[in-house]
């Protein structure tokens, strides 16, 4: 595998549902994150990593969890979510340094997630 | 706050032709600004990269340029052809958002044979 793979692609859930979206990068890179993109809206950061730590929240309903286990893996975590939570999800990787985020975004593929 | 908007949100050329999209952000202060593809379903592509000190990047067919100043860059792409038809993003990195990379809506481009 090569790049930023997400899994699975599609995923369809019940409100009730706990479920987790994968994410993993072969790019050696020591930042990841997790972007929403919905119908007609701008791509909004959900949350950002650097070196396992979480350094960015975007006010995310707690209802999405994120975990970040190593520097290659990042994982998102869901339960009880809403209809309005359906959107593509995006990860995404960079390499960080000193304290700056000068380079580019390698995005994974996405998962399509539909909440009935 | 930064906003980032993106005109026009779609557009439809002959193949062939020469095209520009625009981005204009209201926050100069800037650590770099991307310019992605997007194949509908698909994930982010990122097609240039440029740094708040530099004007602008060239890779084959496409060039970007950005003014600071302005608030305003430009993705120009040279000789479209239909394999170019995806949405193209505009997403700025400021300097005080900590990797946040804050994304216009769009262009939605199609190039017809």
Not at chain 1, 16 to 32: D, F, I, P, R, V
Not at chain 2, 23 to 45: E, H, M, V
Request: with cysteine; aromatic share 8%; glycine share 8%.
């Amino acid at each position: 595998e090569t790049g930023v793979t997400q899994t699975p692609r599609h995923l369809v859930m019940g409100m009730t549902n706990k479920k987790s979206l994968k994410c993993e990068q072969h790019l050696g890179h020591n930042a990841m994150y997790w972007y929403k993109q919905s119908a007609k809206k701008p791509l909004e950061l959900m949350f950002v990593y650097n070196f396992k730590e979480q350094t960015e929240n975007n006010s995310v309903p707690s209802r999405f969890s994120p975990e970040c286990p190593n520097s290659s893996h990042l994982f998102l975590h869901l339960h009880t979510l809403q209809p309005e939570d359906s959107a593509l999800y995006l990860c995404a990787s960079s390499q960080v340094g000193a304290g700056t985020y000068t380079d580019t975004q390698y995005f994974g593929p996405g998962t399509r997630l539909t909440v009935l | 706050k930064q906003e980032v908007t993106q005109i026009p949100a779609a557009l439809s050329v002959p193949e062939g032709e020469n095209l520009v999209l625009n981005c204009s952000f209201t926050d100069s202060a800037i650590y770099n600004l991307q310019w992605f593809r997007q194949d509908p379903g698909k994930g982010l592509t990122s097609l240039l990269l440029i740094q708040s000190s530099q004007r602008e990047q060239t890779s084959g067919r496409l060039n970007a340029s950005l003014d600071k100043s302005s608030g305003r860059s430009t993705l120009y792409i040279a000789a479209s052809q239909p394999g170019d038809s995806a949405t193209y993003l505009c997403a700025v990195g400021g300097d005080n958002q900590g990797g946040k990379l804050i994304f216009g809506q769009g262009t939605e481009l199609s190039v017809k044979p």
